[in-house]
């Protein structure tokens, strides 16, 4: 194994921890832009929690409103733009991952020159990463995508139909501001597409991996059996506070590149092929990934099927690689997440665009990174077998 680690992000974890904000933000400056999403912060209580903290402790703070489910890139650029012409100093993150990751680039956005898309990958362009932010607080009222404590943010470009991402070292985090009482409102279908989420980050670099790294493997696997443990209390009873810790955690680590570190992944096809299709049909991250997860393992199976055996029997105790993946799609299923296209009103029509669109934005023109490599008409045996 060869490889560099580094994660700069502090995290503050457990119940209560809100109530902290105040007197955290005020060492990183006294003029806030907190960042939520569609209102369900205002309705939970959240928000008037947070300003009342952040004004008890001398912080000035603008609330930005709006960011969807899948962050559009014009939000972003207005967000950003509102926290430069405020002057704000930090910038916070109240919500999902979606919030979380839209807060990532505009705290880029005021040190950032030409076009924003840019920053992107995406085929067609040289990406030109970020390389300032101002500082960032997340404090995460969902447990999924792991975004509080890593570099990386997911938007949306609208007018091209792309989905797309970016990782730099300036969009980490200064803070991750953890109190899992913040995922008790959570409906039961949304926590479940965030179990669906977490155990797809972890599973994404388990199989796609070409090192040989026995450490990271079993972490991914305890991550995975947590979420399997947890989720399901998280699903049936939203006030279970242990449940919901459990499964915050597993999230965080499950993205926070302890897993990923030696691992050598070759790509994320499962995420590069969802991208695609939320793009288009703006699908609930978790809600895609829970159908197409087992769809690709079925495929990879096929490709080499060591690694999925070992999956079967260490998560499962299931001999058969086979019988290792039908368990984890009812699993997904128990917890009351779609595993078919048709479940989500998707059909096979657009298959051949869906997978030239994967190829195009979450590849190099002619297949998906990943292990193996995905051409088109590999990723619409995906869509098929997910049909």
């Known amino acids: 194994m060869k490889f560099e680690f580094t994660n700069p992000t502090r995290v503050v974890f457990g ?3 809100l109530d902290r904000l105040g007197r955290e933000t005020v060492r990183m400056g006294t003029r806030a832009l907190v960042v939520i999403g569609g209102g369900s912060v205002r309705q939970s209580g959240t928000l008037e929690r947070a300003l009342t903290s952040l004004k008890e402790a001398g912080v000035d703070a603008t609330v930005f409103e709006g960011v969807e489910p899948n962050p559009r890139l014009t939000t972003v650029i207005d967000g950003g733009s509102q926290a430069g012409e405020r002057r704000a100093e930090v910038i916070i993150a109240l919500g999902g991952g979606s919030v979380m990751d839209a807060a990532k680039v505009m705290a880029a956005v005021p040190y950032y020159e030409g076009d924003l898309w840019d920053m992107m990958i995406h085929r067609g362009a040289d990406q030109r990463l970020p390389r300032r932010a101002l500082p960032l607080i997340t404090v995460p009222t969902l447990a999924a995508t792991g975004s509080e404590m890593n570099a ?10 792309e989905k797309s991402y970016v990782i730099a070292p300036c969009l980490y985090p200064a803070l991750a501001l953890v109190d899992p009482e913040l995922t008790m409102s959570v409906p039961p279908d949304h926590t479940a597409y965030g179990v669906a989420d977490l155990i797809t980050h972890v599973t994404e670099s ?7 790294t026995p450490l990271q493997d079993r972490m991914a696997e305890g991550v995975v059996l947590t979420a399997i443990e947890y989720g399901p209390r998280a699903v049936t009873d ?43 049909t703006d699908l609930a991250h978790g809600a895609g990934l829970s159908i197409l997860s087992p769809a690709w393992m079925k495929l990879a199976a096929t490709r080499y099927r060591d690694k999925f055996d070992r999956f079967a029997r260490r998560v499962f105790e299931r001999d058969d690689a ?13 917890m009351g997440c779609p595993t078919r296209l048709t479940e989500v009103d998707v059909g096979p029509e657009n298959f051949d665009r869906y997978a030239r669109d994967a190829v195009r934005v979450g590849g190099d023109g002619t297949r998906v990174f990943g292990h193996p490599p995905l051409t088109v008409d590999d990723v619409i045996e995906v869509l098929r077998l997910a049909a």
Request: glycine residues 12%; aromatic residues 10%.
């Open 15 to 17: 119940a209560g921890t």
């Open 238 to 280: 939203g006030k279970d506070l242990e449940a919901r810790a459990q499964v915050q955690w597993a999230s965080i680590v499950a993205l926070n590149g302890w897993v990923q570190a030696g691992s050598s992944a070759a790509g994320f096809p499962v995420h590069q092929i969802e991208h695609v299709l939320s793009a288009h």
């Open 152 to 161: 990386g943010a997911v938007v949306t470009n609208v007018d091209t139909t």
């Open 322 to 334: 086979s019988d290792g993946i039908e368990a984890l799609e009812t699993f997904f299923h128990s």
């Open 206 to 212: 388990y199989f796609n991996g070409t090192g040989v």
